[in-house]
Structure formats: structure tokens, C-alpha cells
């Protein structure tokens, strides 16, 4: 049991208010949402080792999930129960609203790069042994690829980004090699000729429009061509107040559109592809890697820095609606946090 400081906003909780039962269908209102947080634990089970009352800690809370389904495990509340192996102690340094940008983006990366059904890379350490491979991040600056990029360095991976111009310094400061940016009308063809000489080992497709290029780039490289898919193309910015059912229909043709095409591309291109879901490291071995092996030391020694950093609304929870207003307006290598 965690006793909140920080809570950080996804842009899922503004598309689950927009789109009604398209997203997350098996929840049932009331309920709470919310899967970022940091705090304090105020209790802990019977077969818990690893924490004691007083530790500082961030977690993923899971209640979201459909094998969870429950409120008490939502991060949008003042106490918020946690799994064990979904949580991490964090250094006294590290700033309450700072560590609560973690959680979800950090989880998804860590599926799509080491999930076995994923990328399958190599595991992140604090002495990385180089792999000699390159993989490709699309979306870099956002949460999801700020983490990402931090953990395939600490595996031993080069990587090659891309992100806005301005955000060209931030992501090769977390460790990128290149940056490309992704509204160039080059951009695909500049990559693959990055890639030229360089061993692939494949790619992270954050962001509208990260897939289909991903799946561009990766023929004309040497290894690995699997494409991991951290995004799906339902624009939930073009939703209005209205019944959900009829703009999820308008957009039909759109997502028809891009199965067939990904289809298509990935078979006879021979590129494997998979959907990133960023609770499923709940229930593997992904979870004990990250969570308890490589991030507790990684944040004391400094290996793994904290980031996006977090742009913060307010200080109670009754902030949350306006910073659930404020993540649907766009932010750029920031994520919004409410601070309690």
C-alpha cells in the first residue's frame, strides 16, 4: 500500500473518457483510473521482502488491466495498493514528482524491446557488453522511447531515433547515436542509409505514421527485421462530445486501411511485427528485470535518468481533470504530473 505524492497522466485516460467502452471495455463506472506513481508505502503483505514501511518508491499500478479490474489498485487516489513486482525504491534525491513520469512509459518499452514474443533484446546491465547491433526507436523524445533508448544502451545497443529538431540535443543525451526528424519527406530514406554497414536489430514504432515507416526502413537492412508497435492508428484527438460509437465508425476505414497495409507490408517484406501491450510484463519474467534487478540501482548510480521531465498542473486530485486537458493539447519531452 502506497500513500501518493505524484501521479503522472497517459494519454489512454483522456481517450477512455472520449471513446467509452472502445477502450477498456470491462471496466465499470465508478472506477478509478491511473497507472503512474510515486510515494510513500504506508503497508505491505505478508510475503513481501523487498519493501518496509518508509521506502520511496514508484510503481506501475495495474488496475486498469483486465486480469486486475479492480479500483483499489488505480493510481488516481490518494492510496493506491501496488504488486510487489511492479514497484521500485527510488533514491532520496530523486523527486517525487520527477520519478512518477516513469512507470507505464518505462513498462512498455521494456515489453517491446524485451518481451520474448518482442524484440527479445538482451538484457540491460550496469556494465553493457556492445552487441554490435543497431536498433531503431521512432519516437524518441516521447515517454515511451525517452525510456526506451536509455534501456537498449544499457543493453549494449547503438541507437538511431527520431524526433523533432528541437528535441534533436535531449535524445542523444539519453544516449542515441542519431536523430532523424520524423516530418522530414526524406526521413525514410536517410535512415535506411544510416543503417547501411550496421547490423539491424530491429525496431520500437512509437507515434501516428511510426509503423509504416518502420516497416520502410527495415527491408533494406542486414538482421533482425521485427517491428514491436507501441501505437494503434485511432486518432481519439479527432473525437468530439458525442456518441463514441459513431466517430469510432467514422475512423473504420482509416484502421481497416492500416491492418491490411501492415499486413501486407510485414508478409511479403518478411518482417515480423507485434502489438505492445504495457501491463503484459506483469506476468513474465520482464517485470523482475526491470523493476527489482536493473532500475533501483540504475536511478542511484545515475545509469537511468528520470525523463520526460514532468510539467505539473496542481497539487490535489482535483487537478486531474485538468491535467487529463491538458495531456489531450500535446506535450513535447514533457509529461504531466499532478503532484498530491
Not at 501521479?7 to 471495455?25: D, E, H, R, S, T
Not at 518496509?52 to 514508484?58: E, P, T
Not at 520474448?116 to 538482451?122: G, I, M, R, V
Request: a positive charge; charged letters at 15%; hydrophobic letters at 45%.
Amino acid at each position: 500500500m502506497v500513500k501518493n505524492h505524484a501521479v503522472a497522466i497517459n494519454p489512454l485516460y483522456w481517450m477512455k473518457q472520449v471513446g467509452g467502452n472502445f477502450m477498456y471495455g470491462w471496466l465499470k463506472y465508478p472506477f478509478v483510473l491511473g497507472s503512474d506513481l510515486a510515494g510513500e508505502v504506508v503497508g505491505v503483505g505478508a510475503s513481501v521482502s523487498r519493501f518496509k514501511v518508509g521506502d520511496r518508491v514508484i510503481g506501475q499500478a495495474v488496475g486498469m488491466d483486465k486480469k486486475r479490474n479492480r479500483s483499489a489498485e488505480g493510481a488516481f487516489q490518494e492510496y493506491t495498493v501496488l504488486l510487489a513486482h511492479m514497484a521500485a525504491p527510488i533514491p532520496d534525491s530523486l523527486a517525487y514528482e520527477r520519478a512518477a513520469v516513469l512507470p507505464l512509459g518505462l513498462s512498455t518499452a521494456a515489453c517491446g524491446l524485451f518481451e520474448k514474443d518482442q524484440l527479445a533484446l538482451n538484457h540491460p546491465s550496469a556494465n553493457p557488453k556492445p552487441t554490435g547491433k543497431t536498433l531503431l526507436i521512432w519516437g524518441g523524445s516521447t515517454s515511451v522511447g525517452s525510456s526506451a533508448i536509455q534501456l537498449a544502451v544499457a543493453a549494449g545497443y547503438e541507437v538511431i531515433t527520431t524526433c523533432l529538431p528541437r528535441n534533436f540535443d535531449y535524445v542523444k543525451k539519453l544516449g542515441a547515436s542519431q536523430a532523424f526528424d520524423y516530418n522530414s519527406p526524406t526521413v525514410v530514406s536517410d535512415i535506411s542509409k544510416a543503417f547501411q554497414g550496421k547490423t539491424s536489430a530491429g525496431a520500437l514504432a512509437i507515434g501516428q505514421g511510426s509503423t509504416e515507416a518502420c516497416l520502410d526502413i527495415l527491408p533494406a537492412c542486414q538482421g533482425n527485421k521485427f517491428v514491436s508497435i507501441a501505437s494503434f492508428p485511432i486518432d481519439f484527438q479527432q473525437f468530439t462530445q458525442g456518441l463514441p460509437i459513431l466517430q469510432f465508425l467514422r475512423q473504420v476505414p482509416k484502421i481497416v486501411g492500416f491492418i491490411v497495409s501492415m499486413l501486407f507490408k510485414a508478409r511479403t517484406r518478411r518482417i515480423g511485427t507485434n502489438f505492445i501491450f504495457g501491463t503484459t510484463l506483469m506476468n513474465n519474467e520482464v517485470s523482475q528485470l526491470i523493476y527489482a534487478d536493473f532500475l533501483p540501482r540504475a536511478l542511484a548510480e545515475g545509469q537511468f535518468v528520470a525523463t520526460p521531465a514532468p510539467h505539473v498542473i496542481g497539487k490535489h486530485l482535483g487537478f486531474l481533470q485538468a491535467a487529463l486537458d491538458a495531456q489531450r493539447q500535446g506535450v513535447s519531452a514533457q509529461k504531466v504530473v499532478v503532484s498530491l
